[in-house]
């Protein structure tokens, strides 16, 4: 049995002296008894974009919610930034930090949901301007200026009074980016985000992302099974099964020459 590697408390250094955007260190999940995530790492440098696929189930939703922190991890250590997430190491122990601490962290990450997540009860530029405003203290004045530019950017400038049911699904999800946007965040975390939309709107949405992708520095963390909108996208892949990695390399080379049986069966069923 190989003894687990040691965990660590501060940033990890890479080769090129660059702080990595998210380092998973040895994390463990469990919901109840079920081992999701075992003894994981992950090095995510600023400005990757990395998409996760795999089989269901192999844990790639909870490695987003982790990182939003609407998952707590069993065991290890989630640096955003090289500070600690939600734990960090003090005497040999494994502390939970405060939530003010968490509260901070978050900030800095944006999430966009197979569901758009709207508040239903506001309109399109209350659910922009919320988080900027009440989170980062934002001026109204300038949260809505800046709600504006968004919604240039996600093709919906005539949509800020409206309230998300009068909106199809593409466009809700649209705003949905526009809103995650508007935190200005360094990572944002895209979880399945056309899974839940009519095969002709799917297309829109993509065009949107990838226009982010090309005009911003923001890190992303991709699952999606668009594959082409994965190759398009990112500059790394990695491949999951049973919450474990089993491969990773740039999109071309584990789309076109997977090296394990596990990528190839997965692509094969999903290509
Ligand atoms: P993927 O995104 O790769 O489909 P998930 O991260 O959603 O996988 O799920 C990984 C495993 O964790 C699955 O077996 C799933 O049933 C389980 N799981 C996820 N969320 C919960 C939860 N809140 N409670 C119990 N089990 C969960």
Known sequence: MPTPPEPHTGAITLAD???????????????????????????????????????????????????????????????????????????????????KHRNEMRKRIGMVFQQFNLFPNMTVMENIIEAPVHVLGMRKDDAIARGRELLEKVGLPEKANEHPASLSGGQQQRVAIARALAMEPEILLLDEVTSALDPEVVGEVLNILRNVAETTNVTMLIVTHEM??????????????????????????????????RTKDFLSAVL
């Open 17 to 99: 002296g660059d702080v990595p955007a998210i380092q998973f260190d040895n994390v463990e999940k469990r919901f109840g008894d079920h081992v999701v995530l075992q003894g994981l790492n992950i090095t995510v440098r600023r400005g990757d974009r990395v998409t996760l696929i795999g089989p269901s189930g192999s844990g790639k939703t909870t490695i987003l919610r982790l990182i939003m922190t609407l998952e707590e991890a069993n065991g290890g250590f989630i640096l955003i930034d090289g500070r600690p997430l939600t734990h960090e190491l003090r005497d040999g122990k494994r502390v939970a930090l405060k939530e």
């Open 228 to 261: 082409q909108f994965a190759r398009d996208v990112s500059n790394r892949v990695l491949m999951f099964d049973g919450g474990r990695i089993v491969e990773e390399g740039p999109p071309d080379e584990i789309f076109s020459h997977p090296k394990e049986q």
